[in-house]
């Protein structure tokens, strides 16, 4: 079967005063329908990656890639009728900050319902996206539904945004640190939401995060990043059998509730991990 | 009687013709050089305390104490040579357009301390950044860097107690660490105090002794470090707490 998407040698670069700099730099994976982690620092390009498959690259940017398909389209010469048939409707990407992708004048309950509607399902259109609310534990969706985005904190916003990627269904969901504003109770939650779509839907879901201990519990495959390149790809499950000094670093800072090393072993970067 | 003694504390925010009481009667004890956690999910109340102890929250009734004696309400210059508190995001705690050597000159100055320039150097270096950071601006540091700041900057006044709220949460794991460390060494250099708040389970028990978990602006239970190793916990909402800490179990019904 072949993959629901395939990535070969990403690179993206922004202008700066010294020339073009590359942010990402020659990434390569393919998706099936499963769960892949993307983890790294902050920086190290996971965003931008996950953009640049949705075409979202900022402008100043250039994003070249030797293949970018998905499902059999090539992305890196989608026309606009094309894009705006996979845009929202076979692929969605959550973003790291709900301020900037909810449209500010329009209130939650009119975001989603275009949603659903878009997605062909006019009559049920309310009742769905109070469902999908309740789905993400909003506990009280008609306000919610009534409200503007600005009128949410941070954890709400984020919550109503994987609602809205959520209504649409979507072959493919990038989703960018979806879970980093919420509480830890509702962060497993919505992970249960999404491994259900992963699992009885089909969907693939690319899981951006910057919490090691998260995506090792939660994804079936895990790229680790560091500035701009991945540096090692693990099965989920065999985190602790990790090479890369990198990713053992990474795995070793961090304090655990059992563990009591102390000073906590701290990363010492090699200038070599960039090349 | 504890070092810092809080009791039945209520705060009631109002605003809006609507009523917030986002602290329902909270009693602590943290003793002198311990470190103490508060842990709890958004909007439990941890900041609250910490912002009530600093007199910067709407205290409707109950009582604090510190060595003994209750603060003084608005709180005296004295108040905050003992305390001082640092916050969760570095990027909004310190003035974009000052310099780090302002940002640590000026408590010295309002309190009247002599020797500046070497009590700022020295705090520089106490953690970790040295002398070479003094006349840059916030825009030029990272993130870690900043936190590293905001501490020199609660150190440099030589408090007794430090507030923490969300140190590290705005930093990437590795960065966490050494914020982490830098403040274990000095709590144990200088004999300080913490009242450390985060809503990282693994963070409040590498950090501290002893640790109370909020919900809904009441004290829920309080635990030593060991009983929370042990799952020693008489709550669900601890023990749920917990499970959540330490990663997402997969629904066996849902395996393939
Ligand atoms: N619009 C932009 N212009 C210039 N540089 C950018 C832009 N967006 C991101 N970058 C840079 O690209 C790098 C990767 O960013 P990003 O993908 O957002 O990292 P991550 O998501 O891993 O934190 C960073 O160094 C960032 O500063
Ligand atoms: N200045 C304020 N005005 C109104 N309500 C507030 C204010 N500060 C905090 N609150 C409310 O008090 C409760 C506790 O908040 P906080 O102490 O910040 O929680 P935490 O730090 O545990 O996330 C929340 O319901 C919050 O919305
Ligand atoms: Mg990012
Ligand atoms: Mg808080």
């Not at chain 1, 845009?87 to 969605?92: F, I, T, V, Y």
């Not at chain 1, 275009?114 to 306000?143: T, Y």
């Not at chain 2, 310099?99 to 700022?120: C, K, M, N, Q, Y």
Request: hydrophobic residues 40%; aromatic residues 4%.
């Amino acid at each position: 079967m072949s993959p629901l998407l395939s990535v070969e040698n990403l690179r993206i670069a922004f202008p700066s005063r010294q020339g073009p700099v590359e942010v990402v730099r020659g990434v390569s994976f393919s998706l099936g329908r499963e769960r892949l982690g993307i983890v790294g620092e902050s920086g190290s390009g996971k965003s931008q990656t996950g953009r640049a498959i949705l075409g979202l690259t900022p402008v100043s940017g250039t994003a070249t890639a030797d293949r970018l398909e998905f499902d059999g389209v090539d992305l890196r010469t989608a026309s606009t009728r094309q894009w705006r048939k996979l845009r929202g409707a076979r692929m969605s990407m959550v973003m790291q900050d709900p301020k900037f992708s909810l449209n500010p004048v329009m209130t939650i309950g009119r975001q989603l319902m275009e949603a659903v509607k878009l997605h062909g399902g006019k009559s049920e259109a309310h009742d769905k996206s109070i469902a999908m609310l309740e789905a993400v534990q909003i506990r009280d969706p008609e306000r919610v539904m009534a409200a503007y985005p600005h009128e949410l904190s941070g954890g709400m916003g984020q919550r109503a945004m994987i609602a809205m990627m959520l209504v649409t269904e979507p072959d493919l969901l990038i989703a960018d640190e979806p879970t980093s504003a919420l509480d830890v109770t509702v962060q497993i939650e919505v992970l249960r939401i999404l491994d259900r779509l992963v699992t009885e839907r089909g969907m693939g879901l690319i899981f951006i995060s910057h919490d090691l201990r998260l995506v090792s519990t939660f994804c079936d495959r895990v790229l680790v990043m560091y500035a701009g390149r991945v540096v090692e790809e693990l099965d989920a499950r065999r985190m602790n059998e990790a090479t890369h000094p990198y990713t053992r670093g990474l795995l070793n800072c961090l304090p655990t509730i059992t563990g009591d090393s102390r000073p906590l072993p701290v990363l010492a970067r090699d200038d070599a991990w960039l090349e | 009687m504890a070092f810092i003694d809080i009791e039945d504390l209520e705060v009631t925010f109002e605003g809006s013709g609507r009523q917030v009481r986002a602290l329902k009667g909270v009693s602590l004890a943290v003793g002198e050089e311990e470190s103490f956690g508060i842990v709890g999910e958004s909007g439990s109340g941890k900041s609250t305390v910490l912002r009530a102890l600093c007199g910067l929250a709407p205290v409707t009734s109950g009582r604090i104490s510190i060595g003994g004696e209750p603060v003084q309400a608005p709180r005296d210059p004295a108040f905050y040579r003992r305390v001082q508190m640092v916050f969760q995001d570095p990027y909004a705690s310190l003035h974009p357009r000052h310099t780090v050597d302002r940002v640590l000159s000026e408590p010295l100055a309002i309190h009247g301390f002599d020797r500046a320039e070497e009590r700022v150097e020295q705090a520089l270096e106490d953690v970790g950044l040295g002398a070479g950071f003094r006349f840059r601006y916030p825009h030029q540091l990272s993130g870690g860097q900043r936190q590293r700041v905001a501490i020199a900057r609660a150190l440099i006044l030589e408090p007794k107690i430090i507030l923490l709220d969300e140190p590290t949460s705005a930093l990437d794991a590795s960065i966490q660490a050494e914020v982490l460390n830098l403040l274990d060494r000095l709590r144990a250099e200088r004999g300080l105090t913490y009242v450390l708040v985060s809503h990282d389970l693994a963070v409040v028990s590498h950090m501290c002794d002893r640790l109370v978990v909020m919900q809904g602006g009441e004290v829920v239970e309080q635990l030593t470090r060991e009983a929370l190793q042990a799952h020693a916990t008489t709550e669900d909402y601890t023990r749920n707490l917990l499970t959540a800490s330490e990663g997402f179990t997969r629904d066996p019904a849902l395996q393939r």
